[in-house]
């Protein structure tokens, strides 16, 4: 089956400035999860979404991350104003189902800089 | 909240010997936990995982173990070969605010096999 697609793959930006992440899950996994991790860390989980609606985003900065899983497949991440320690990858994962012990699969992640 | 700490945070063993990682988790409701492989710019993938009704599960070279009580599982990788350098996380499911499968990642290990 086809992974997790994510684009772009890099991104530059300046802070203060703009950026959306993209994310295609696998067909049919109900379950899709943004994660942030910056450089030597473990993946921190930003949002979960089950279809369209959100089971946690308890860890979203909402004050300039926002995200949106319009009609339950595609998912964008939005960040707006960035600031320099925004600088991380941000992986897109998806599973069948939300249930407790269900794989998720990653996909290839977004590094982004922030300068 | 939910808390994995892992260790070492770095681990390098001579080709052919094995390589044990730790981890504690805070949570005792977590009743999941998977194994996670990154090589250097690729996704995480999962390698194994074990469920709080089982003490051990291996795969070939790879074994993990949970010790409930004092809420600890650690991973094993036998016979190590240079190809099993990666950084290495472990994760457990938590419950906190509602999520019903959401991943706590330890900080990774940065394990080097050395020919």
């Known amino acids: 089956e086809a992974g997790v697609a994510q684009s772009p793959r890099y991104k530059i930006i300046e802070k203060r400035q703009s950026v959306a992440f993209w994310c295609n899950p696998i067909s049919g996994h109900a379950t899709l999860y943004w994660y942030q991790q910056i450089l030597g860390q473990g993946p921190k989980l930003l949002i979960q979404f089950q279809n369209n609606g959100v089971v946690d985003d308890s860890q979203l900065p909402k004050d300039r991350f926002s995200a949106e899983r319009l009609k339950g497949v595609d998912s964008t991440l939005k960040i707006q104003p960035a600031k320099l320690e925004d600088s991380a990858v941000y992986l897109c994962?998806?599973?069948?189902?939300?249930?407790?012990?269900?794989?998720?699969?990653f996909g290839p992640g977004t590094r982004l800089t922030v300068t | 909240g939910e808390n994995v700490e892992q260790h070492p945070s770095t681990l390098s063993v001579q080709e052919g010997d094995s390589a044990v990682i730790k981890c504690t988790y805070s949570d005792s409701a977590s009743n999941y936990f998977p194994w996670y492989k990154q090589e250097l710019g690729k996704r995480p993938q999962l390698i194994i995982d074990?469920?709080?009704?089982?003490g051990e599960k291996k795969d070939q070279r790879i074994a993990v173990t949970l010790n409930k009580t004092a809420k600890h599982f650690s991973l094993h990788i036998t016979e190590t070969q240079p190809e099993d350098s990666a950084v290495y996380f472990c994760?457990?499911?938590?419950?906190?605010?509602?999520?019903?499968?959401?991943?706590?990642f330890g900080t990774g290990t940065l394990l080097a096999v050395q020919p």
């Open positions: 074990i469920r709080s009704n089982v």
């Open positions: 994962a998806s599973s069948s189902t939300g249930g407790a012990e269900t794989e998720q699969y």
């Open positions: 994760a457990a499911k938590s419950q906190y605010g509602g999520a019903t499968n959401k991943l706590i």
